[in-house]
């Protein structure tokens, strides 16, 4: 496919909500309200939004500019802007590290189908906090049922996918993002209005500084990273179908501030809930499918059809961000193979959706059946979350912010964030700096603490 003929994104808004769908997951949804829950509440939260404008915000515009001036899939774009060199492992790691989140990443997206099901059918009605947990544990370890909700995850991906950019991810992020935002309105209306919530909001919104160690720096830098979907070329891949009008850097402050605010009202849907019935919701990744159903039965008891429509309503929520991440990963393999292999965009998606059910699968039976059977101490689930998180996505962060602040030529990468001249951009110079220097060492910082050779 030449240049001329490469697809693009439409309108502006389908730009912001499909890189906003990209980067909204489970991570905002699951893991920031965890990990405010364990550093601080609202000093954490102060922390983590200076993160996102010193470390994700100038890799979020580098991504772009890779892939909107390469207008490549990523594995391509770092050899169409520093041919002949060892930088085109940049690209090929984004494309690893997509397609092996996307295969294990499915499995706890299945899990959301299993409780929307769950929800639907009033199976949380009347179940002790012991139910639960045996419930999930009972779930998860059975060899059949996840395995059949991680099919019809990814056969939901791909059945986007196929249709294309502008007919399938664009028009697929303008139903499933306003919807989004609609449930959690709804929901955070729902949770704050509870008593006792008052607990929750505060925690939320008054900051205790006493708690703010290194841990804290750390693990918002992490958070912040992770959340934005950085390093896994889903966003180098949807700024090749960006137009030569796209301003990269408002586009990446939108989709910033999306991000973070869905990960905020997340908060204030769970913590409110979960002080109103005297649980801190610090519980890891039981969070979502073991603590927060019992908290919604505790929350609501007194008016159980509010119970009813709580859980529904915030389990379809979490299967929706769940699909905008598989989608964003599934499009950085798929446009891989179309182009480097040239198959058709329909072949393409095929062997990404049936490669990644072969090693979903594998990865949802190490949670059971084949728990036993490890390699480095884990299991494939473990493995694969293991060497991606902690070892790829940083890695991945940081070449990125290399290649853009020392490598690429600055008269490049002033072209792609001003649109050849015609956009202001007094803040440029810090940009460069931040990608030279700060980004960098924080990045190594994360990436180091991750492996647990800093003992914090």
């Known amino acids: 496919m030449s240049k001329k003929e490469r697809a693009n994104f439409g309108s502006k808004l389908g730009v912001i909500l499909a890189s906003a769908g990209s980067a909204i997951g489970l991570g905002n949804i699951w893991r920031f309200p965890y990990e405010t829950g364990n550093h601080g509440g609202a000093a954490f939260i102060l922390i983590y939004l200076a993160c996102i404008l010193l470390l994700g915000l100038p890799i979020m515009i580098s991504e772009f500019l890779i892939g909107r001036h390469s207008r490549s899939n990523t594995a391509r774009a770092y050899q169409v802007l520093a041919p002949g060199t060892q930088w085109k492992w940049v690209g090929r790691i984004g494309v690893g590290t997509g397609f092996l989140i996307l295969s294990y990443y499915s499995v706890v997206a299945g899990w959301t189908f299993e409780y929307v099901f769950e929800a639907v059918t009033n199976k949380f009605a009347g179940k002790t906090s012991d139910e639960f947990i045996q419930s999930f544990q009972a779930f998860s370890s059975n060899p059949w049922k996840p395995v059949l909700w991680l099919v019809a995850f ?54 205790d500084f006493s708690k703010v160690d290194s841990s804290v720096f750390l693990g918002a830098m992490g958070q912040a990273f992770f959340s934005m979907s950085l390093g896994m070329g889903c966003l180098c891949t949807y700024a090749s179908y960006f137009s ?102 329909s072949r393409a998606a095929q ?106």
């Open 244 to 345: 030569k009008e796209t301003n990269l850097t408002k586009t990446a402050f939108s989709v910033g501030l999306i991000d973070t605010l869905v990960a905020i009202l997340a908060g204030f849907i769970i913590f409110p809930a979960a002080f109103a019935v005297g649980i801190n919701p610090d519980a890891g990744p039981s969070l979502i499918f073991i603590t927060l159903p019992n908290v919604f039965q505790q929350a609501f008891s007194g008016v159980p059809v509010l119970a009813y429509l709580f859980s529904v309503l915030f389990y379809i929520l979490l299967a929706v961000a769940a699909l905008t991440s598989t989608i964003s990963m599934h499009e950085v393999v798929t446009a891989y193979l179309h182009e480097e292999f040239k198959f058709t965009r």
């Open 154 to 207: 990814l056969l939901s991906t791909h059945f986007i996918i196929v249709k294309g950019v502008e007919k399938g991810i664009e028009r697929s992020s303008k139903i499933m993002m306003p919807t989004l935002f609609i449930l959690i309105i709804i929901l955070v209306g729902c949770s704050i209005t509870l008593p006792g919530a008052d607990k929750g909001i505060e925690f939320l919104l008054k900051p």
């Open 351 to 456: 062997i990404v959706t049936g490669s990644c059910i072969i090693l979903g699968i594998f990865c949802s039976l190490s949670l059971g059946p084949t728990q036993d059977y490890t390699l480095f101490g884990m299991g494939t689930f473990d493995l694969f979350d293991f060497v991606t998180t902690k070892i790829m996505l940083p890695l991945g962060g940081m070449l990125i912010a290399i290649f853009t602040g020392w490598y690429l030529d600055k008269k490049i990468v002033w072209e792609e964030v001003t649109n050849d001249g015609t956009l202001k951009m007094p803040l440029y110079k810090a940009f460069i700096f931040l990608l030279r220097f700060i980004a960098p060492i924080a990045i190594t910082l994360v990436f180091i603490d991750e492996l647990g050779l800093l003992g914090t």
